[in-house]
């Protein structure tokens, strides 16, 4: 916990610290919130910010917007680590800010990485936020829906950041050769194509795009009159291992698999490949994508195709047996697969009627023909009494009732025209018949 010092700066700072803009004509990127006319800028030009959490992929600017608010506002500007913070530390805290209150002064609280306090932590604040004494502003890179309380994010106001564009990133590359803060005092010759590389490098994220620029003009030739060139040596060696935007344990990762599952439902296998190559080459667990598969299998093709199920088993078998690298062409191969079969959902739908109904019929008997009956008791209850055995019947059908009376005569499987479930089908209403004209 620390006042405004958090964002002073220091000559020995990173080279995205020292760069760090200090008002909004500097902010580079996020127009859409503080563009001329947008509601957040006039929130902070005006200084009525109210509580509200940035929520953004890494380095799109979440601290450097509340840097800004820590010097605009003629409020108390407290930093929170949800790393080092505790719940003894926010009560002192809140205490100072109440008494503020009091004599009329606001505080705001700054909580960076707010997912990562627990939900004993962020109930500490809510008294406090629901009765004005301070006003806080989170920042997370996680889904604010799943990682903030309920009750704290319905009084926030949830401001989306965007990764940055290449553009972004490239007029940020060239302040920082040209400004006193960054390389100014230097000269670095380094190309406009050097420069977007390492913007395209950055994935979006203006630390990662700076901290690269840094290594890459600390690693470059100096000559003798203190000159530095970047050559496309150096350039190659600091770039050479680039990591995937992916986060196996974050919200990323769920998108990933829903738009593998969407692409395949789709029938576009190059989409699916596309999205399995993300997810394995950021390390996805092989496995994990398997089972995803063999769910599909069933829930959009189902008897269309039931080799699917087949398939994408064997996948799964095929995931155990030798891992990766060597399974993405097993995988491969199913997921290409399930894009190009026939598509149905009707055993997912007959599930899910099904299971509605079960639901809300829980204590329905089952029929006493369709009863085993082990004990005289139980035959005496008339247990099994009327059971039709189908092989018996030259038909292998028999008339008998095997629903509880409340749902007689309901449907739960309505097969589609789709690939082999047509036959299916066909089979389906002549079984139907038989038991109507019996």
């Known amino acids: 916990m620390e006042q405004q010092s958090l964002f002073d700066n220091q000559n020995n700072q990173p080279l995205a610290s020292r760069l760090r803009p200090r008002n909004l004509d500097e902010f580079v990127g996020q127009q859409h919130l503080i563009g001329e006319g947008k509601v957040l800028r006039k929130l902070i030009e005006e200084d009525r910010i109210s509580s509200l959490i940035f929520w953004g992929p890494p380095g799109v600017g979440k601290t ?31 205490t100072q800010a109440e008494q503020s209150r009091k004599m009329g002064a606001k505080t705001i609280v700054f909580v960076d990485e707010i997912h990562r306090f627990n939900k004993a932590q962020q109930d500490a604040f809510l008294p406090f936020v629901e009765k004005g004494s301070i006003v806080l502003i989170g ?22 950041l965007q990764a940055l564009k290449t553009e972004d990133l490239i007029i940020l590359l060239k302040r920082a050769i040209t400004d006193k803060r960054g390389f100014g005092n230097q000269k670095v010759n380094i190309t406009d194509e050097q420069l977007e590389v390492v913007a395209k490098f950055a994935n979006g994220d203006a630390r990662n795009a700076l901290s690269t ?19 496309e040596e150096t350039l190659e060696q600091c770039i050479s291992k680039k990591s995937l935007l992916y986060d196996k344990n974050g919200e990323e990762h769920y998108n990933i698999i829903s738009a593998l599952h969407k692409s395949m439902r789709n029938s576009d296998p190059d989409a699916a490949v596309y999205w399995l190559a993300r997810m394995l080459e950021a390390g996805e667990d092989p496995i994990y994508v398997a089972r995803r598969v063999t769910r599909f299998a069933s829930e959009d093709i189902g008897l269309a195709d039931p080799r699917a199920l087949e398939m994408a088993v064997a996948a799964y078998h095929a995931c155990h047996f030798i891992g990766m690298p060597e399974c993405s062409v097993h995988l491969t191969q199913a997921v290409v697969y399930m894009s190009l ?18 639901i809300k019929e829980l204590a329905e008997p089952v029929p006493l023909v369709i009863r085993n009956a082990p004990t005289k008791l139980m035959k005496e209850l008339n247990y099994g009494k009327g059971y039709q055995y189908a092989h018996d019947t030259q038909e292998k059908l028999t008339n008998m009732q ?37």
């Open 213 to 231: 620029l840094e290594m890459v003009v600390l690693n470059g030739n100096v000559d003798k009159n203190g000159d530095i060139t970047v050559t």
């Open 139 to 160: 920042a997370t890179t996680e889904n604010p829906s799943f990682e903030v309380n309920g009750a704290l994010l319905s009084r926030c106001k949830v401001f989306v």
């Open 402 to 438: 095997c629903l509880p009376d409340s749902l007689k005569g309901k449907e739960y499987y309505i097969p589609t025209e789709q690939g082999l479930e047509a036959k299916y089908k066909e089979k389906l209403e002549k079984i139907k018949n038989w038991k109507k004209s019996h």
């Open 341 to 358: 079969a026939p598509k149905s959902n009707a055993l997912y739908m007959a599930y899910e009627t099904a299971k509605r109904d079960a």
């Open 64 to 94: 450097t917007l509340a840097s800004i608010i820590a010097n605009k506002t003629n409020s108390e500007f407290i930093n929170f680590s949800a790393v080092t913070s505790g719940i003894k530390e926010i009560k002192e805290v809140m």
